[in-house]
């Protein structure tokens, strides 16, 4: 049986220097409050796992987020490195480009100089033909040197003239293989510049975002004191408390949660009847025949199959494997540690917490199907699976392991959610 503490002990006087108010857990003084807070202790508990578990997957995504910059910035930092090889490169074949076309202009100039005398020569009177050779030799012998030298002056000149074409082609080639090069170099150095830039504000966003997710973690761990505060405060409940009281305390909290499940069910059967008996609507026989005291259950399920069978199978495996927070199997579970357990056994990979199974596909109640979950609670911070009958497998305390019961034991906004 329960029994009240002890009784006061003697007032002491005041110390000289007061020292932090610290508040004293409130000790119940009969066996029905022990019960209440014995079960708050267990739905308040229950809703810190959950916040601790969220910070956690938060900061792990954060970090995993925060990696990745890192990894785009090495990456962005490596290009950026090999455009600066370019640059160098570039710069590199400018200065080759730029020598080359001095060498060219000096070429142009000298060939330029030769045509030039050439022209000034015929300008002035120089007779280079053969017939003008003819008649200004002396001899047969004078006449044909005069002719070989005129043919070799001739083919000097047209190679000075295409070497001149020559020349002014390839100082072209080189100014203008310098100019693109120095433009690719230039535009491979601004893009690379940008890109380290973008990355490295990527890089401070998201350790920002590490950051703040650590520091929400922290957080959150400091409140797993309480936590387990509240736990050893639970259990020590739990133990004052007789089996019977237990048990009471439990089918209590059940018969109310049914309860109120039955009254909802009503209210929805009562609204369903009036709108069908509203003129311009339909199914007003089914709808007569719907009674205020004895609202739908939900439909009976079809057997699970495929995945969903071996998750309800693994699940049902684990009834009687204590509940330990924050313990995701094998060999014990939270609430949401369970369900994600058993769907893994199937081969599917849901989310690890309960608000995170509540973002699973919504399905009505009288729809559930044996894999299904129900969540708990707003905001969400309880989850069960589904096994038929109107029937979940639940890690719902810490007082007591994994059990098969009502999936009314608990009316604090059950919705259901399918996997898949």
């Known amino acids: 049986m329960f029994t009240a503490p002890g009784a006061a002990a003697t007032p002491s006087a005041a110390p000289a220097t007061p020292k932090p108010y610290v508040a004293e857990p409130t000790t119940p003084d009969n066996s029905a409050d022990a019960k209440k807070a014995w079960l708050q202790a267990s739905e308040d508990a229950d809703a810190l796992n959950e916040k601790v578990l969220v910070a956690a997957e938060a900061e792990k995504a954060a970090k995993a987020a925060s990696s990745a910059a890192a990894k785009s910035l090495t990456a962005r930092q490596a290009e950026a490195d090999a455009a600066q090889a370019e640059v160098t490169s570039a710069e590199k074949a400018a200065a080759d480009a730029k020598s080359a076309q001095q060498q060219a202009a000096r070429q142009v100039a000298d060939f330029q100089s030769k045509v030039d005398q050439f022209a000034d020569a015929s300008f002035r009177g120089a007779h280079f033909g053969s017939m003008s050779a003819l008649f200004t030799s002396s001899s047969a012998e004078d006449f044909l040197d005069q002719a070989s030298m005129l043919d070799v002056v001739a083919q000097d000149s047209s190679q000075n003239i295409t070497n001149l074409a020559a020349a002014n082609a390839r100082a072209k080639q080189a100014t203008t293989k310098a100019t693109a090069t120095a433009t690719a170099a230039t535009a491979a150095a601004n893009k690379a510049a940008a890109a380290v830039t ?109 995945a969903a069978a071996t998750a309800v199978a693994a699940a049902l495996s684990k009834v009687g494997a204590p509940y330990v927070f924050g313990a995701a199997g094998p060999s014990a579970f939270d609430c949401s540690g369970l369900t994600s357990w058993a769907w893994a056994q199937a081969g599917v990979s849901i989310p690890r917490t309960s608000s995170g199974q509540a973002g699973l596909t919504y399905v009505p109640l009288d729809q559930l199907r044996p894999g299904d979950l129900i969540t708990y609670y707003s905001p969400v911070h309880h989850v069960a699976m589904y096994i038929g009958n109107g029937q979940i497998v639940n890690a719902s305390t810490s007082s007591k392991p994994v059990m098969v019961m009502s999936m009314y034991y608990n009316n604090h906004n059950p919705t259901g959610h399918r996997v898949g």
């Open 198 to 306: 973008a990355a490295k504000k990527a890089k401070a966003s998201k350790d920002a975002a590490e950051a703040s997710a650590h520091r929400a973690a922290q957080d959150v761990t400091k409140q797993q004191a309480n936590l387990n505060a509240k736990a050893a405060a639970m259990k020590k409940l739990y133990n004052q408390l007789t089996e019977q009281e237990r048990e009471a305390a439990l089918r209590e909290q059940q018969q109310a949660a049914e309860a109120q499940a039955a009254q909802t069910q009503a209210d929805t059967a009562r609204a369903d009847r009036n709108r069908a008996t509203t003129p311009g609507t339909t199914d007003q026989g089914s709808a007569g025949a719907a009674s205020d005291s004895a609202p739908a259950a939900p439909a009976p399920a079809p057997a699970a199959s495929g």
